[in-house]
């Protein structure tokens, strides 16, 4: 393999399945819903071997929460202004702009789902919420780091997250950039 | 119909089928999910005709959506304490009981089934939002009225019921007394 095709599949092999399989899981959830698709189903989209998939992941679960960290991590990066005000602004302006499109209920619908799938949903969907919070705590530690008075995580999460996914839940956008800018500044 | 009867069975039958329909929702909710049902099943499990119920309720997402306001309506009513502090606490604590009980995501279920169900749904699910708003702003108006100095409905929304929602769902619960009230005097 030469240079330009590492650049093109980082990876090689494992991150092409790996693709393929996060895909098929999109195009399931967008065709049928959470809970009407099955790991063979999934298999047979990527075509790939059931075995596969159970190797890699374990279960569906955290198949499903791979591809929406996936997913988060590329559309609502933690990001790195320098200060925490613009730290905090940017992060809620992109989650607003992800939750204001289409898919905008697609993490509350997996929440939901995994909430109801016993053990392997609820762990799957902690181990969800600690990664993206973990995340967010180390926005938090670089601006304690720079003497900045910053809030927890939590708070974060209840003031500046919830009222947003709220609002989005119940037909309350849009998010206007003067809303989403208020509950960071309220928060300041 | 003498007094007694009456006294039992308030609106007679009328209310009799009201009941036992509301019942066959919650039933159907609780044994196969929002999705899985269709108004002829409610109808055939609560011994009406099809016809009783589109007559009553036009379709099947107002019927759910008032399933649930009767729901919420006994079990989180508006309080009427005499003060801000004591209705927003008093209100904050039934609704933290209330979803962090075995049914506790039943509104974010409901509200993410009618969001997907085409223009009824949502005409459904902004009918339950503009109901409980119209409630709690009641409660905000006395409040003002006795010339205390009352947060809008949405900020309500926004710093108390959202965060409640947001922590069941990823299962960062329970909500306890001292983080329920630290909502409300945050918000005061």
């Known amino acids: 393999m030469n240079e330009r095709q590492q650049a093109r599949r980082p990876g090689g092999r494992s991150a092409r399945v790996a693709a393929e399989v996060h895909q098929a899981v999109t195009d399931l959830i967008s065709e049928h ?6 790991v063979g189903d999934v298999a047979a989209r990527a075509g790939v071997a059931d075995s596969s998939i159970y190797r890699r992941w374990g279960n569906l679960e955290t198949l ?3 591809v929406a960290l996936t997913r988060l991590n590329a559309r609502s990066p933690m ?3 320098g200060s925490l005000a ?6 809620a302006a992109a989650v607003a702009r992800e939750i204001t499109g289409p898919e905008g209920l697609a993490l509350v619908r997996l929440a ?14 902690d181990d969800l919420r600690d990664e993206r919070t973990r995340q967010l705590q180390s926005v938090l530690d670089r601006a304690r780091e720079r003497g900045e008075d910053a809030p927890d995580a939590l708070d974060v999460l209840d ?3 919830a009222p947003m996914y709220i609002r989005i839940l119940f037909g309350m956008g849009p998010l206007t950039p003067e809303y989403v800018d208020g509950l960071v500044d309220r928060m300041l």
Do not use: C, E, M, W
Request: zero cysteines; aromatic letters at 8%.
């Open 64 to 66: 499903l929460t791979d």
């Open 159 to 161: 003031h500046i997250l």
């Open 33 to 38: 819903g959470y809970g009407k698709f099955t």
């Open 79 to 81: 990001p790195d202004t």
């Open 112 to 125: 939901v789902a995994l909430s109801s799938n016993g053990p392997q949903g609820l762990q799957a969907r």
């Open 86 to 91: 613009g730290d905090l602004r940017t992060y």
